[in-house]
């Protein structure tokens, strides 16, 4: 039987549900979920491997028009995992109008039609209205199929999978069927500490925050120890990130601890201090080293 596999970009506007989608198809947690746009700031791969296929999926950041310098960089990451994927996997938002957000994405997929698939995500969801989402891609490419899914409750993604892997060419599977992810652990526990910040700290801290990796060792009975700093811009964002006398920065390294243990076969141990770096989101080097 003809082995088939492709990378697909996944692309939609920020809290589409692109991260939720991957981590359900993986089956483990790929990419960190928050309600604040641009969670996702690096190319995030997960992999789904059947006997005759594999899918390696890659979450981009939220695509959307902004002339921020972070967004910008964001967008510029975005923009080349479409053109260099095999596929395309577009996900709507059914809870929300489209809008000229919407309108700026579908304009960029207008020239990879032929490799593009097109899913209304949320649609387990009371509000969701699918027919909009039908006729506002109908209007901007004609002909172009929607399959509705529910990312979160899995509702679907077997079917997205089954087409996708239908579109993919033929090829070899680029990682062993046992591999859902290809991140680093370090890379993989950063993003957990980060996810945790924002889910206790969405109001405070929208987007001033990154966690940098300084070193890890793992002690004799097996324990990783993870050590690195929590990033922010101001000293009052570095007093809300520790709390009063060390209680949410407390909170953080307990939560992320849990979820590590979940994901690792060996427990992870968090030590985490808090920085500031005044303006990073400004500063070329800073945004080199944490977006790539």
């Known amino acids: 039987m003809d082995h088939k596999s492709a990378f697909v970009a996944i692309v939609g506007r920020p809290s589409s549900g692109k991260s939720t989608f991957l981590n359900t198809v993986c089956k483990g947690k ?29 979450d981009t950041p939220g695509l959307h028009d902004s002339e921020k310098k972070l967004n910008l960089r964001l967008r510029d990451i975005a923009l080349q995992q479409l053109a260099d994927a095999d596929l395309i996997l577009y996900l709507v938002d059914t809870l929300r109008d489209t809008g000229k957000e919407e309108e700026y994405i579908i304009n960029e997929l207008l020239k990879f039609k032929g490799k593009l698939l097109v899913a209304a995500n949320k649609t387990d969801h009371a509000r969701a209205n699918v027919a909009k989402v039908r006729e506002f891609v109908e209007a901007h490419l004609p002909g172009m199929s929607v399959m509705e899914i529910s990312a979160l409750q899995a509702k679907g993604t077997d079917e997205v999978l089954a087409k996708l892997a239908e579109m993919a060419p033929l090829g070899p599977s680029y990682y062993p069927e046992d591999v859902y992810t290809d991140q680093e652990p370090v890379f993989r ?57 060390g209680a949410m920065i407390k909170k953080v390294r307990e939560e992320a601890e849990k979820e590590l243990a979940e994901i690792f076969p060996y427990a992870v141990k968090l030590s985490l201090q808090v920085r500031v770096e005044r303006d990073w989101k400004k500063n070329d080097k800073v945004l080199s080293n944490i977006i790539q």
Not at 35 to 58: A, H, M
């Open 30 to 58: 790929v990419a960190i979920v928050s309600s604040v746009p641009q969670t996702t700031r690096n190319t995030i791969r997960g992999i789904v491997t059947r006997e005759d296929w594999q899918l390696v999926f890659v």
């Open 189 to 245: 526990i950063s993003e957990i500490v980060r996810e945790k910040i924002f889910r206790n700290l969405k109001e405070e801290i929208p987007h001033a925050v990154f966690v940098e990796y300084e070193n890890h060792h793992f002690q004799s009975d097996g324990t990783l120890v993870y050590a690195g700093y929590i990033v922010v811009e101001r000293d009052s964002q570095k007093g809300i990130v520790i709390g009063a006398k």
